[in-house]
């Protein structure tokens, strides 16, 4: 795996590193001790899986409150989406800025986001879908969110398709952000 810093301090992208031949390809998408040796919290208490049936599907920016904060790793297994990574550590030199990336199938980046930032993402073709890897328990009451277009942090968003954006009432009435 190929780790690339992001703007965005303890934000990585990671690329894997296909083996190729006849069959098809093998790759390493986990190493405990590479993600280590990049300050990256290598615990995975539980995996999930998103499946986004259509184009322009925006899910986010969600993170969760201490203490029950969770490093992710989001890796595209089928489709596309342009993943972001938002920045919201009061203490880093990063703060309230947005990091993104297209994660797709095809690619097979990864993106690794630390404890305190929010998540979010569109996705770019039907018929996507995400693996996540998270080093915590979700915790319905520990659930927090930031407005995916909030003028905070200026999110360049992909052109929504033709039908627009598809996003959950709860994302949409997220708040402005305030520090």
Not at 77 to 89: E, I, P
Not at 107 to 116: E, K, Q, R, T, V
Request: proline content about 6%; overall charge negative; glycine content about 8%.
């Amino acid at each position: 795996m190929i780790f690339e810093r992001t703007a965005v301090p303890d934000v990585w992208c990671i690329r894997t590193e296909r083996l190729e031949d006849d069959r098809g390809w093998f790759c390493r998408t986990w190493d405990t001790d590479d993600f280590a040796r990049h300050g990256i919290d290598s615990r995975t208490v539980q995996c999930s899986a998103s499946f986004n049936a259509a184009a322009g599907t925006l899910r986010g920016m969600h993170y969760q409150a201490a203490p029950f904060e969770e490093t992710k790793l989001v890796r595209c297994v089928r489709g596309a989406v342009f993943d972001v990574a938002v920045d919201l550590r009061p203490g880093s030199p990063a703060f309230g800025t947005w990091v993104g990336r297209e994660l797709s199938a095809d690619n097979g980046l990864m993106l690794s986001i630390p404890a305190g930032c929010a998540h979010g993402f569109q996705t770019l073709v039907a018929g996507t879908e995400l693996s996540y890897q998270i080093s915590e328990r979700f915790s319905p009451d520990h659930q927090r969110g930031v407005r995916w277009d909030d003028p905070a942090f200026a999110i360049r968003w992909p052109d929504a398709p033709p039908g627009g954006r598809i996003i959950s009432e709860r994302d949409r009435s997220f708040g402005d952000f305030r520090p």
